[in-house]
């Protein structure tokens, strides 16, 4: 499953048979994460957090939610030694996910319960949540990518629904069961898809690139949505079990959208920053109009902002796990950092949301105000994301090629800066054969033949008289359809092509 430093040409480009199986049971088990995910996110008001009022169980959400941020935090911190031990936070997640399971049942079945029993049970929720999320982005930064963003779109589209199965039935132990199901199914198949990846194909720790991901204004902009999520979670929870079941199904559209994105991410040039700044119009427009309606004008506003946040939230899963594999970067590390300010914010949202909903109830013109004073926070934050971006992808594009041409060809006896690796006809021919072989397009061809000569990202823009920019999405393309993560793979697969 993993990529040979030096292959022959294939016979076919199309996914092997066994890879195409693991992206397919890698959809099956990421469904099943966001199923149990989204049944805690709006669990107050559902089967999870059933046993108590709306407010106790808002609470006990915002515990799991603060642990899970500290989680993270850890991750961060103990980047190296988490993922040399990621089995093991893998097997304690899963057992302390299914406690909470336990403890609604213990509640439900008998009366007396402390509630300083419920309060640990979700405090190691928490824990139990971002060590799972952690195991499945390393592993998908682990395989080839081919058609990683389609497996985690489409996992995203039949979580939901799993979501919305596992909760809409009238008789709590039946819902309880399934989700207690969908936790053993996301790590039961994530344990299983682990094995199938030689442990050689896997870089030591010290290996990997570490690359600063976030920057303060970007870290506070995806703090942001997170603080509307949190805020817009337990605002539709205080609504009923019809408002929170039906804000999660929301989130079907937003990962329908961004598995079309991811669909189309191969074939054409999509950047991932104007793809989330699609979903800030929707952002803003439904935080403005939640305060101004009731019922069921609120919960359409609410589920605008769920579609809106759903769509952002799975390209940046995909997209991190991607980069993660082509760059080598540091899953562990890259994903906490991304993973920290996102659920402090979603903290701090549900914090103001209940402080609003249970403690000072706010309502009228001050409700309308504070809202909108939320609406301009995200897009002065988002705003400045944005401008942010290309330093992002200038970090990455270094690490393409981050040695110097001098260096590729130091010791195997090339002189000349034009020089190729092989005889000038010969090395076109392969060059040509492993161009036709993968499917790449005219441009990606013309980039193709330079990288196979050593070419870095600056010097391959000034020829072809295009940005860096440009030139790093070329280069991202065609290392997708090789299957390959580094340039010297590039170069050994036109070394292997032999004239026919």
Known sequence: MGVSPAVSCPERTH?????????ILAGLGFACLIGWELSAVFGPSLALLSFCDMREAAALRIVSVLTLAATFGFYAWKADWVFEHRNRFLTVGSLLALVAVANTVANLAFSGIPLAVSVAAW???????????????????????????????????????????????????MNLAEIALLIIGSVTLVAFLSTRIPPDRILPVSAFHRTSVLTVPASLSVACHGAVYGFMAIALCSMGP??????????????????????????????????????LPFLVAGVLLF???????????????????????????????????????????RFALREAPNWVGF?????????????????????????????????????????????????????????????????????????????????????????????????????????????????IAEQLVVSPATVKSHIYHIYRKLGINSQQHLMNIVDDCEEE
């Not at 996914?15 to 992206?23: C, H, V």
């Not at 101004?292 to 799975?314: D, N, P, W």
């Not at 260096?407 to 492993?434: H, I, M, N, W, Y």
Request: glycine residues 12%.
């Open 347 to 459: 903290l701090l949202g549900s914090i103001i949301a209940y402080v609003f909903i249970f403690t000072v109830h706010i309502d009228g013109w001050a409700y309308d105000l504070a809202m909108a004073v939320f609406a301009l926070v995200v897009v002065v934050a988002f705003s400045v994301y944005g401008g942010n971006e290309s330093q992002t992808k200038k970090r990455l594009n270094a690490l393409l090629t981050p040695a110097p041409v001098e260096a590729l060809v130091s010791g195997g006896g090339v002189q000349g800066e034009d020089a190729p690796t092989a005889p000038p006809r010969s090395f076109k021919q392969r060059c040509e054969r492993a161009s036709e072989q993968y499917g790449l397009t005219p441009r990606e061809d013309e980039v193709f033949f330079l990288l196979a000569k050593g070419r870095n990202a600056e010097y």
């Open 123 to 173: 405090a190691l929720f928490g824990f139990a949540q971002g060590s799972i999320m952690m195991y499945w982005c390393v592993f998908f930064s682990l395989i080839p990518t081919r058609r990683t963003a389609v497996s985690i779109g489409l996992g995203s589209a039949l979580g939901t629904l799993m979501f919305v199965f596992a909760n809409a039935s009238d008789a709590l132990w």
């Open 15 to 23: 996914t092997p048979g066994d890879l195409l199986s693991t992206y």
């Open 242 to 279: 019809v408002a929170a079941l039906v804000g999660g199904a929301s989130g079907l559209v937003g990962g329908g959208f961004a598995l079309l994105w991811g669909y189309l991410g191969p074939k054409v040039d999509i950047d991932t920053g104007v793809v989330q700044r699609i979903s």
């Open 291 to 333: 305060p101004l309606f009731e019922g069921v004008g609120r919960m359409v506003c609410g589920c605008l902002v769920i579609t809106a946040l759903a769509h952002a939230s799975i390209i940046a899963w995909y997209s991190t796990s991607i980069d993660n594999y082509e760059f080598r970067l540091h899953p562990v590390d």
